[in-house]
């Protein structure tokens, strides 16, 4: 993959981690609902675009409210 380089997703997520999981997400969603944030992207895959949307600004990490409960958690 050469857009978006590396370098230039790392000052957008606090690690590559997290970087993985957050395209991850937004690629299996991207392929079932087809809600594109940008307008036009040089990727045709699903997880490129998501690391696209990561290098625009349009898509970032919510941090996780420690109150919510999630239903496989319980």
């Keep these: 993959m ?7 997703l790392k000052g957008k997520v606090d ?4 970087l ?4 991850a997400k937004r690629a299996r ?3 079932e609902k087809r809600n594109e ?3 036009s992207y040089r990727s045709v895959k ?7 949307e ?3 600004g349009v898509l970032i990490n919510q941090v996780a409210d420690a ?8």
């Design 37 to 39: 944030l940008l307008h």
């Design 54 to 56: 990561v290098s625009a």
């Design 15 to 18: 690690s590559k981690y997290t």
């Design 46 to 52: 699903s997880v490129g675009r998501a690391l696209e």
């Design 2 to 8: 050469l857009y978006p380089s590396v370098d230039s």
């Design 20 to 23: 993985v999981t957050l395209a």
């Design 67 to 74: 109150n919510i409960i999630y239903e496989d958690e319980v």
């Design 29 to 31: 969603e991207l392929q």
